[in-house]
């Protein structure tokens, strides 16, 4: 199985800082990468996809990027309905696999 | 709009099994295919596996074969996973979601608490 090792697991950021969050892919995926944010009690929703693409409906001060077998989502400037959980997943080989989350708060 | 509408909690005995649901609504079913989700605090998200609705064609997580069995009903646009031989680490929120064929899932459900307890 493919493993991805999200880091870093929780981060405190203040209000219109810019935030990074990665994932490294145990092999290559190509461009086979989504991430998910998750609010508490919900569901998680897409953010992006296809490693820089972003979902419909989602604010541009998302972005995705990759440096070889490394991914990144970026906030430019975080937003206080920002705050959740923000997960990676791999879509190059099944089984699928998720990062193992980042929990975003505000400082 | 497009949902996915998953039945409701599950309180369950080990030794058990549990069939869960997930209508869909607002596009055409056997358009996308549908996964199953675990999540748990200690575990995070866990990939069960996937279902091709207008073939019926599944492929599982290993971890989970054996475990889970996917089905549809094509005629009521509902995906159902059995849960079978539950233990208390089957406890856990699953999810329905749709995915794309670009691998990532765009729709959710709404998750279902499955408990295991005596």
């Known amino acids: 199985d493919i493993q991805m090792t999200q880091s870093p697991a929780s981060l405190s950021a203040s209000l219109e800082e810019i935030v990074t969050i990665t994932c490294q892919a145990s092999?290559?995926?190509?461009?086979?990468l989504a991430w998910y944010q998750q609010k508490p009690g919900k569901s998680p929703q897409l953010l992006i996809y296809?490693?820089?693409s972003l979902a419909d409906g989602v604010p541009s001060r998302f972005s995705g990027s990759r440096s070889g077998t490394q991914y990144s989502l970026k906030i430019s400037r975080l937003q206080v309905e920002d705050i959740g959980i923000y997960y990676c997943?791999?879509?190059?080989?099944?089984?699928?696999?998720f990062g193992g989350g980042t929990k975003l708060e505000l400082k | 709009q497009v949902q996915l509408q998953q039945s409701g909690a599950e309180l369950v005995k080990p030794g058990t099994s549990v069939k869960l649901s997930c209508k869909a609504s607002?596009?055409?079913?056997?358009?996308?295919?549908m996964n199953w989700i675990k999540q748990t605090t200690g575990q995070g998200l866990e990939w069960i596996g996937i279902?091709?609705?207008?073939?019926?064609?599944?492929s599982y997580n290993v971890k989970f074969k054996g475990k889970a069995t996917l089905t549809v009903d094509k005629s009521s646009s509902t995906a159902f996973m059995q849960l079978s031989s539950l233990t208390p680490e089957d406890s856990a929120v699953y999810y329905c979601?749709?995915?794309?064929?670009?691998?990532?899932?765009?729709?959710w459900g709404q998750g279902v608490m499955v408990t295991v307890s005596s």
């Open positions: 979601a749709r995915s794309r064929l670009s691998g990532d899932i765009d729709y």
């Open positions: 296809g490693t820089t």
């Open positions: 607002g596009y055409t079913f056997t358009s996308n295919h």
């Open positions: 279902i091709n609705p207008g073939s019926g064609g599944t």
């Open positions: 997943q791999q879509a190059s080989s099944t089984p699928w696999t």
């Open positions: 092999q290559n995926i190509g461009n086979w």
